[in-house]
């Protein structure tokens, strides 16, 4: 019965809350935050954080060996010397000297760039955001690797584009599934918008793309007129090499690159920048102004003081054996306590293992069982946009101690024989969902 007096009638929200939802908002929202959601790792932070949990889920850089003392000097006398220009608005494209330093930094990987090139930009997931608003419409494509980045994910798809992913192997990017993807989706009658790839130590894949692959995906690229976006935080986080040269050193013109002094000093400045074509570049200010109006004054001038008074290669340095002693930590580990029907990548650079499991496990599935035996990882599933990757895992080294990378790893074993023991007794329960459409099937890396 409808009651007059009720509080749901004089309060037609009241009744909306009470009787069937929490959010009042909920039919008001744009038809694009349907498509925003959580990621599978920050989903997973609440639990992994908790000291007795051993977490290879996150990838947060690892700063405890930057030199606090001295880098609270450098922040005190920017404050004290130039504190009324460090707090003050400034440039939409970012602060002038701080660009000319960028050009600095990329320079050892090939990048020849003028400081007019570059936006500095909220970290280079601004920078994917900025990149994707200028580009995308709804219902572009836009060519990841499989698997890919969780974070460009999820912009691509803030932006309502279609993700299509492309077959990559301990190589790096295929560029023959790269040309027969770009083919198969124009033959759909869809858009392809710009290539996006991380070339070098992926995330999450840990491979690094051959020199040889560089021209070639290069080339498929040129031939079918698609723009490359390359995305490039941890190019400067290699072990054993000199740094690699960016796909961008040798187009300038086709590609456009994403940095970061997130993986090479600290994620808390949220700095990062875009070096683009001149025109792309215009467009991207416009952006970055309506977005931010300018990218933070204060972080900018503190990056750009820690370039000037810090050794921030040899810091890089000292990241480097520090991240290489993880690495080989986790490797050592997954040979000695991991099946021998699974398989994983190795890395040589960066903060990632990418694991394959053995045939008929499901990472999803078993992520309750491992945090129960108190170790976190990422099931494969956050970085594909097709609902593939159920039979792999991302491993991250970057953060804990060696010591607790090796006993979550073989935490990880152990749950991993109860899931196969299981599975021999009562047979596989996930067939595991397949790849859509002309998504280049993903075999080499799942
Ligand atoms: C591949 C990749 N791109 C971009 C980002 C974003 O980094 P930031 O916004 O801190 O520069 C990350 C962070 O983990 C990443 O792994």
Same mark, same amino acid.
């Given at each position: 019965?409808?009651?007059?007096?009720?509080?749901?009638?004089?309060?037609?929200?009241?009744?909306?809350?009470?009787?069937?939802?929490?959010?009042?908002?909920?039919?008001?929202?744009?038809?694009?935050?349907?498509?925003?959601?959580?990621?599978?790792?920050?989903?997973?932070?609440?639990?992994?954080?908790?000291?007795?949990?051993?977490?290879? #889920?996150?990838?947060?850089? =690892?700063?405890?060996?930057?030199?606090?003392? $001295?880098?609270?000097?450098?922040?005190?006398?920017?404050?004290?010397?130039?504190?009324?220009?460090?707090?003050? !608005?400034?440039?939409?494209?970012?602060? /002038?000297?701080?660009?000319?330093?960028?050009?600095?930094?990329?320079?050892? @990987?090939?990048?020849?760039?003028? /400081?007019?090139?570059?936006?500095? +930009?909220?970290?280079?997931?601004?920078?994917?955001?900025?990149?994707? *608003?200028?580009?995308?419409?709804?219902?572009?494509?836009?060519?990841?690797?499989?698997?890919?980045?969780?974070? #460009?994910?999820?912009?691509?798809?803030?932006? @309502?584009?279609?993700?299509?992913?492309? #077959?990559?192997?301990?190589?790096?990017?295929? /560029?023959?599934?790269?040309?027969?993807?770009?083919?198969?989706?124009?033959?759909?009658?869809?858009?392809?918008?710009?290539?996006?790839?991380?070339?070098?130590?992926? =995330?999450?894949?840990?491979?690094? %793309?051959?020199? @040889?692959? *560089?021209?070639?995906?290069?080339?498929?690229?040129?031939? #079918?007129?698609? %723009?490359?976006?390359?995305? =490039?935080?941890?190019?400067?986080?290699?072990?054993?090499?000199?740094?690699?040269?960016?796909? *961008?050193?040798?187009?300038?013109?086709?590609?456009?690159?994403?940095?970061?002094?997130?993986?090479?000093?600290?994620?808390?400045?949220?700095?990062?920048?875009?070096?683009?074509?001149?025109?792309?570049?215009?467009?991207?200010?416009?952006?970055?102004?309506?977005?931010?109006?300018?990218?933070?004054?204060?972080?900018?001038?503190?990056?750009?003081?820690?370039?000037?008074?810090?050794?921030?290669?040899?810091?890089?340095?000292?990241?480097?054996?520090?991240?290489?002693?993880?690495?080989?930590?986790?490797?050592?580990?997954?040979? @000695?306590?991991?099946?021998? +029907?699974?398989?994983?990548?190795?890395?040589?650079?960066?903060?990632?293992?990418?694991?394959?499991?053995?045939?008929?496990?499901?990472?999803? $599935?078993?992520?309750?069982?491992?945090?129960?035996?108190?170790?976190?990882?990422?099931?494969?599933?956050?970085?594909?946009?097709?609902?593939?990757?159920?039979?792999?895992?991302?491993?991250?080294?970057?953060?804990?101690?060696?010591?607790?990378?090796?006993?979550?790893?073989?935490?990880?074993?152990?749950?991993?024989?109860?899931?196969?023991?299981?599975?021999?007794?009562?047979?596989?329960?996930?067939?595991?969902?397949?790849?859509?459409? !002309?998504?280049?099937?993903?075999?080499?890396?799942?």
């Amino acid at each position: 019965m409808d009651d007059p007096t009720s509080p749901e009638r004089a309060h037609p929200t009241v009744r909306t809350t009470r009787q069937t939802r929490l959010d009042t908002y909920v039919d008001r929202y744009a038809t694009r935050t349907q498509r925003m959601k959580a990621s599978e790792i920050r989903a997973l932070f609440a639990v992994a954080s908790r000291p007795e949990v051993v977490s290879l #889920a996150g990838g947060m850089p =690892n700063i405890s060996g930057l030199p606090l003392d $001295a880098v609270a000097e450098t922040l005190a006398e920017l404050v004290m010397d130039h504190g009324t220009r460090a707090m003050q !608005y400034s440039s939409g494209q970012g602060d /002038p000297g701080l660009r000319e330093q960028i050009c600095a930094v990329m320079a050892p @990987e090939g990048v020849v760039a003028h /400081p007019d090139d570059v936006v500095v +930009t909220v970290g280079s997931q601004q920078g994917l955001d900025l990149v994707t *608003r200028v580009f995308c419409d709804p219902g572009d494509v836009v060519l990841c690797e499989a698997p890919s980045y969780v974070g #460009a994910l999820g912009v691509f798809s803030a932006y @309502e584009c279609e993700v299509v992913h492309v #077959a990559m192997d301990d190589q790096g990017l295929q /560029p023959e599934a790269l040309r027969r993807t770009i083919a198969a989706v124009r033959a759909a009658g869809k858009r392809v918008k710009f290539l996006y790839t991380i070339p070098n130590f992926h =995330n999450p894949a840990g491979v690094t %793309l051959a020199a @040889e692959r *560089r021209t070639q995906v290069l080339d498929v690229c040129t031939s #079918a007129d698609v %723009l490359v976006v390359e995305d =490039n935080p941890y190019g400067l986080l290699g072990f054993d090499t000199d740094p690699i040269r960016a796909l *961008r050193a040798d187009d300038a013109e086709r590609v456009v690159y994403l940095g970061s002094f997130s993986k090479t000093f600290a994620p808390g400045f949220r700095v990062g920048w875009v070096v683009a074509p001149h025109a792309v570049r215009e467009k991207l200010v416009l952006a970055q102004e309506s977005a931010t109006l300018c990218p933070p004054t204060f972080s900018q001038l503190a990056i750009s003081a820690y370039l000037t008074h810090h050794d921030w290669q040899g810091q890089i340095k000292h990241f480097t054996t520090m991240y290489r002693e993880r690495r080989d930590a986790m490797l050592t580990a997954l040979d @000695e306590h991991f099946p021998a +029907t699974a398989s994983w990548t190795r890395p040589a650079g960066g903060f990632y293992v990418w694991v394959r499991l053995p045939p008929g496990l499901d990472a999803s $599935a078993m992520l309750p069982r491992a945090v129960t035996a108190r170790v976190a990882y990422v099931p494969g599933t956050a970085f594909y946009a097709d609902g593939t990757g159920t039979t792999a895992m991302r491993l991250s080294y970057c953060y804990p101690s060696p010591e607790r990378i090796r006993e979550g790893v073989r935490r990880l074993a152990g749950v991993m024989a109860t899931d196969l023991q299981l599975r021999e007794m009562f047979g596989a329960t996930d067939a595991g969902v397949p790849s859509r459409g !002309y998504s280049s099937p993903h075999t080499d890396l799942t």
